[in-house]
């Protein structure tokens, strides 16, 4: 497929006009957000925006209603969290959350930076479109399954298989050289992709790769798993005897006071592609006290938690497309108790229903319209807004 037209993925120096306001998309390649930075995003959000982070399902934060681009920049190039003008956009690293920290068949924590690196570095790889999605999955499975354009996937300690359009290309490549093979099939994505955004979306594109990869006669493999519907949630074990914190955010929308008092525990923290958090490296005492301040605040620690199962996009005010509120209508179900609802209450093609009726279980998306931003990666039910209420569909 070639496109017509240029992708418009927003970033920090080039804003969405929503219908709220400036929206800034702002990278944080593998979910890696010290500390400080959180605080400055927090603080930007406060003070230059509409007072929250939207956490995005690829791991990045969102900052709505931006009444100062300049300063905006200014904060974030201070912060560190735009390293580069040039290549801001192209920075999507999407890794397993929990790496190093609990299971996984290797390390992929120093992986996310040094890609992120070599993507800055590369002056052809600037022109990579904003849509491209790099998995660093360290052998688990919890995020190969995100259908990445390139990929690396943990099969033995020091051994990945190189992932192409989401799936298994068949390539194996130890630890120390994998950084730079992901590299080179980024350059033999830019060489090929013509107008498209997506490897998918290029006539044979991955066998394409492989070929100018010099691994034309390697035949495809099968490790790549479905995409895992189980965020880190809760007190979760370290191998290490400390503890990580799994936080989920309701519908992904991160108030900068709660943000605070997580930037506040004063560790590197973790987001989600799950529009989640993690905080990790914790003695017990502290994650008490940090589960017993950040609850009441509304982060949810409880996996069983029906917030866990539900997502939004944006929908109105924010979304000019959006037939209704659906944060609104979202939230509603929850504290109603109708998400908890039996599952054969949930339907094919059911509606158009009035928000109010809407009863779903399991996990679901709830869109402003047929676009479905934001839907999650794995299997979901789908509650899409039309002007005469609700349709149910799936998963
Ligand atoms: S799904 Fe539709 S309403 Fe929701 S954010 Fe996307 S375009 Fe807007």
Not at 5 to 15: E, F, K, Q, T, Y
Not at 283 to 303: H, K, N, S, Y
Not at 315 to 333: E, F, L, M, Q
Request: with cysteine.
């Amino acid at each position: 497929m070639t496109r017509s037209n240029a992708d418009s993925c927003p970033g920090v120096l080039r804003l969405h006009e929503a219908a709220d306001g400036p929206l800034a998309r702002v990278r944080i390649p593998g979910g890696q957000l010290g500390a400080a930075g959180l605080q400055a995003l927090a603080e930007a959000a406060e003070e230059l925006g509409d007072g929250a982070l939207e956490l995005t399902s690829r791991g990045n934060v969102q900052l709505r209603g931006i009444r100062d681009a300049a300063a905006l920049t200014e904060r974030l190039d201070a912060a560190g969290l735009l390293p580069s003008a040039s290549h801001e956009r192209v920075r999507n690293i999407v890794a397993s959350p929990l790496s190093g920290l609990a299971g996984g068949v290797a390390d992929v924590r120093e992986l996310a930076p040094a890609l992120d690196a070599g993507l800055r570095a590369a002056p052809e790889l600037a022109g990579l479109p904003g849509r491209v999605l790099f998995t660093l999955d360290d052998g688990r499975g919890d995020v190969s399954g995100f259908g990445g354009d390139i990929g690396l996937h943990a099969v033995e300690h020091e051994v990945f298989a190189v992932l192409l359009a989401g799936a298994d290309s068949g390539i194996r490549v130890a630890s120390g050289d994998a950084v730079g093979l992901v590299l080179a099939a980024a350059r033999a994505f830019a060489e090929i992709r013509g107008g498209g955004w997506r490897l998918a979306e290029v006539a044979d594109g991955a066998a394409r790769v492989r070929e100018l990869l010099g691994f034309a006669s390697t035949a495809p493999g099968r490790v790549v798993p479905d995409p895992a519907d189980h965020p880190p949630i809760g007190w979760l074990p370290q191998d290490d005897g400390l503890v990580a914190l799994g936080a989920g955010v309701r519908l992904g929308v991160l108030p900068a006071r709660t943000a605070l008092f997580v930037a506040a525990v004063e560790k590197p923290v973790l987001v989600t592609p799950w529009r989640g958090l993690v905080v990790p490296d914790l003695d017990e005492w502290t994650a008490e006290q940090v589960v017993r301040v950040l609850a009441p605040m509304g982060l949810i620690f409880d996996a069983e938690s029906p917030w866990v199962r539900v997502s939004s996009c944006a929908g109105a005010p924010g979304c000019a497309k959006s037939h209704t509120d659906v944060r609104a209508d979202a939230t509603a179900a929850v504290e109603s108790g109708r998400v908890a609802s039996p599952t054969d209450e949930t339907g094919a093609a059911l509606g158009p229903i009035p928000a109010g009726d809407v009863r779903v279980s399991g996990r679901q998306h709830w869109s402003g319209c047929e676009r479905r931003c934001g839907h999650p990666h794995g299997p979901a039910t789908d509650i899409v807004a039309g002007p005469d209420g609700y349709r149910v569909t799936g998963p």
